[in-house]
């Protein structure tokens, strides 16, 4: 293998610039050239290809979101889509690919590997929601980010006595929620893997108040619903009125985290490595501190479904919640 390429795909997450500058500088250490595929599928049945150079990744570890751009694409679910990148790839000569986003992304991955263009997938994507490792990049940040978000709202929370419901992003998955929640010391955290009852909520609320606390802080993970929606219940079952935060966009955003930019840069460095043993279809990962690398049908399949740490998380707030 000479050419290789590489393209960032999904949501952008802190994490992915210091896993294409690995990608690159892995590459030009191996004497390999790479290719920047801008724009994520899209990008590349457009052509928006570009070689890469040292310089090109110079000052990036520290940077949020991704220089290569990211994009959603309906067409490349396509056959048609699929054909026309690949005959970009085979243009350039690019024999070998690294994917770096979600699930989606993994499976249009897939498909250039079941059409004879070798891919490596790495995980990309702040909502930690992909089988087979136990974090993904950008994960760390956005848990960070929301940490500090919540801890600031909870000096207004102190000073007003007020209760905050806050709602934070992640999919389906409760895995910002849970983490965020537990690291800011939160009342109640909804997530979906878990059934939690909103009248809990409340007579943990009312609890805490009556023993002198004098703020709740209640985290809702957007696959159980809108914090409106909880804030609502709480205000027709109680005389507390909430505040209510969605954070939204800040979480995909951000300086990464040292734990981000170490995740992408080993990520990085062994996807090259694996391209030039030959390797395809594999979804890379890491679990208990090793790099996993798993087939991407494992990672769509239900076996590959971790037992999940983040109803633990939940069950040791709700413990803690007195
Ligand atoms: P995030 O977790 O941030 O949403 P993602 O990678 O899961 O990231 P998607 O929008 O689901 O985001 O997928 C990214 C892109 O991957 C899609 O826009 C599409 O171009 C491609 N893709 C998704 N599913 C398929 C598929 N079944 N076949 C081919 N390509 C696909």
Do not use: C
């Given at each position: 293998?000479?050419?290789i390429?590489?393209l960032?795909?999904?949501?952008?997450?802190?994490?992915?610039?210091?896993?294409?500058?690995?990608?690159?500088k892995?590459a030009?250490?191996?004497?390999?050239?790479?290719?920047?595929?801008?724009?994520?599928y899209?990008g590349?049945?457009?052509?928006?290809?570009?070689k890469?150079e040292?310089?090109?990744v110079?000052?990036?570890?520290h940077?949020g979101g991704?220089?290569?751009q990211?994009?959603?694409?309906?067409?490349?679910?396509t056959?048609?889509?699929?054909?026309?990148?690949?005959?970009?790839?085979i243009?350039?000569?690019?024999?070998?690919?690294?994917?770096i986003?979600?699930d989606?992304?993994?499976r249009g991955?897939?498909?250039?590997h079941?059409?004879?263009?070798a891919?490596?997938?790495l995980?990309?994507?702040?909502?930690?929601?992909?089988?087979?490792?136990?974090?993904?990049?950008?994960?760390?940040?956005?848990v960070?980010?929301?940490?500090?978000?919540?801890?600031?709202i909870?000096?207004?929370a102190?000073?007003?006595?007020?209760t905050f419901?806050?709602?934070?992003?992640?999919?389906d998955?409760?895995d910002?929620?849970?983490?965020?929640?537990?690291a800011?010391g939160?009342?109640?955290?909804?997530?979906?893997?878990?059934?939690?009852?909103?009248?809990?909520?409340?007579?943990r609320?009312?609890?805490g108040?009556?023993?002198?606390?004098?703020h709740?802080?209640?985290?809702?993970?957007?696959?159980?619903?809108?914090?409106?929606?909880?804030?609502?219940?709480?205000?027709?079952?109680?005389?507390?009125?909430?505040?209510?935060?969605?954070l939204?966009?800040v979480?995909?955003?951000?300086?990464?985290v040292?734990?981000?930019?170490?995740l992408g840069?080993r990520?990085?460095?062994?996807?090259?490595?694996?391209?030039?043993?030959?390797?395809?279809?594999?979804a890379?990962?890491m679990?208990?501190?090793?790099?996993s690398?798993h087939?991407?049908?494992y990672?769509?399949?239900?076996?590959?479904?971790?037992?999940?740490?983040?109803?633990?998380?939940?069950?040791i707030?709700?413990?803690?919640?007195?």
């Open positions: 293998m000479k050419k390429g590489v960032t795909s999904g949501g952008d997450a802190p994490g992915m610039n210091p896993a294409v500058r690995a990608v690159v892995k030009i250490y191996e004497g390999l050239e790479v290719y920047g595929i801008y724009r994520g899209e590349l049945m457009e052509g928006a290809v570009k890469l040292l310089k090109d110079g000052d990036i570890i940077r991704t220089i290569l990211s994009a959603r694409s309906d067409k490349f679910k056959e048609e889509g699929q054909l026309q990148g690949i005959d970009v790839l243009q350039h000569g690019i024999e070998g690919v690294v994917v986003g979600g989606g992304s993994y991955a897939q498909k250039l079941q059409k004879g263009i891919t490596i997938g995980p990309g994507t702040i909502d930690n929601d992909i089988n087979g490792t136990d974090y993904t990049i950008g994960f760390s940040t956005a960070n980010t929301v940490t500090e978000a919540v801890d600031r909870r000096d207004t102190t000073s007003h006595e007020y419901v806050i709602e934070v992003m992640g999919r998955a409760g910002i929620a849970a983490w965020a929640g537990l800011t939160a009342e109640s955290i909804f997530i979906p893997e878990r059934g939690s009852s909103k009248e809990e909520m409340l007579e609320l009312t609890k108040f009556q023993r002198g606390k004098k709740s802080i209640v985290i809702v993970a957007e696959g159980v619903g809108t914090g409106n929606e909880f804030a609502d219940y709480i205000r027709e079952n109680s005389h507390y009125q909430p505040r209510v935060t969605v939204g966009y979480q995909r955003g951000g300086t990464p040292p734990f981000d930019r170490i840069t990520l990085g460095t062994h996807a090259v490595e694996l391209l030039m043993k030959g390797e395809s279809g594999k890379l990962g679990q208990k501190n090793e790099i690398v087939d991407f049908d990672v769509f399949s239900d076996d590959s479904k971790d037992s999940n740490i983040v109803t633990k998380l939940a069950d707030s709700t413990e803690l919640s007195l």
